[in-house]
C-alpha cells in the first residue's frame, strides 16, 4: 500500500504570495489532518477534514485554509504569505472510522518545506 | 492552560544502551496519548497511542508508560540501535464539549554514537 504523498516536497516563495500544497492519503483513508512544524514551536496542528468537511480546526489565522476532495485528497492553502510561515507542513491520514477515530493511528507524509523570502 | 512538557530537550547515549524520555502534561480532560518518532527530513511515525485505563505498552524495543494521576508518561528505549537517532514527539489529547484538541511536546532529540 502506498503511503501518504505530498506535493512538492520544497518549495520557495516570497511574502505576500499565496501557496497550496497538496496532500494523497493512504487508499481508503478518509481523514487527513495537516500540521506546521518549525523549530521554535514544534508541532502544531491546523485542521483535519473527513470526507469533505472540516471537522477540526487549530489555532491559525484565516489566511490558511483547505480542502478536501471526493477522492479523499487535500489541499491546504496559506494567502498573503508572511516570513513566519516558514515551516514543514506535515499531512497525516487515517480511516476516520466513527467511534475509533481519537484512538487511531495517523500516517504521516513527508512533509512540505515552505521557505518564505 | 493545556501544556505537554518535554524531558530532556536533546539527549547523547552510546549505542546499546538504555534511555528514558519524559513527558508531563496538565491536558484535561484527558483522552489519549502518543509518542512518535521523527527521522530528520521525514514525517513523524507513531510508536504507541495510550488511553487513561493504560499504563504500558510496547513496541519493540520502545515502551511507554503512562501515570495518569501524575499526569506523566515516559518512553524508555532498551538497547539502543543508530537507527534511534531521531526527534521523540509526545502528543495529549483532549476530547470536550469544545471539541477534540491535540497539544504538542516539542520533542527529546536522541542522538544514539557508536
Known amino acids: 500500500k502506498a503511503g501518504v504523498t505530498q506535493t512538492p516536497r520544497y518549495l520557495i516563495k516570497t511574502r505576500g504570495q499565496q501557496v497550496t500544497l497538496s496532500c494523497s492519503p493512504i487508499s481508503g483513508h478518509r481523514s487527513v489532518s495537516w500540521y506546521q512544524q518549525t523549530p521554535g514551536q514544534g508541532l502544531q496542528f491546523l485542521f483535519e477534514?473527513?470526507?469533505?468537511?472540516?471537522?477540526n480546526k487549530g489555532n491559525f489565522p484565516g489566511r490558511f485554509s483547505g480542502r478536501q476532495f471526493s477522492n479523499s485528497r487535500s489541499e491546504m492553502n496559506v494567502s498573503t504569505l508572511e516570513l513566519g510561515d516558514s515551516a514543514l507542513y506535515l499531512c497525516?491520514?487515517?480511516?476516520?472510522?466513527?467511534?475509533?477515530?481519537?484512538?487511531?493511528?495517523?500516517?504521516f507524509g513527508p512533509g512540505t518545506r515552505l521557505l518564505v523570502l | 492552560k493545556n501544556q505537554v512538557e518535554q524531558s530532556p530537550q536533546s539527549l547523547i547515549i552510546l549505542e546499546g544502551k538504555n534511555c528514558t524520555l519524559q513527558c508531563n502534561y496538565t491536558v484535561s480532560p484527558f483522552s489519549n496519548l502518543r509518542w512518535y518518532k521523527q527521522d530528520t527530513g521525514r514525517g513523524p511515525v507513531s510508536l504507541t497511542i495510550?488511553?487513561?485505563?493504560?499504563n504500558t505498552k510496547s513496541n519493540g524495543r520502545y515502551t511507554a508508560t503512562l501515570d495518569a494521576d501524575t499526569k506523566q508518561s515516559s518512553l524508555h528505549i532498551t538497547a539502543s540501535q543508530l537507527s534511534d537517532s531521531a526527534s521523540y514527539i509526545c502528543?495529549?489529547?483532549?476530547?470536550?464539549?469544545?471539541?477534540?484538541?491535540?497539544?504538542f511536546g516539542k520533542g527529546t532529540s536522541l542522538l544514539v554514537t557508536p
Open positions: 495510550m488511553t487513561f485505563s493504560e
Open positions: 502528543v495529549v489529547s483532549s476530547n470536550s464539549n469544545s471539541g477534540y484538541a491535540l497539544n
Open positions: 477534514y473527513f470526507s469533505e468537511t472540516q471537522r
Open positions: 497525516a491520514s487515517s480511516s476516520g472510522l466513527a467511534g475509533r477515530r481519537y484512538q487511531e493511528t495517523q500516517y
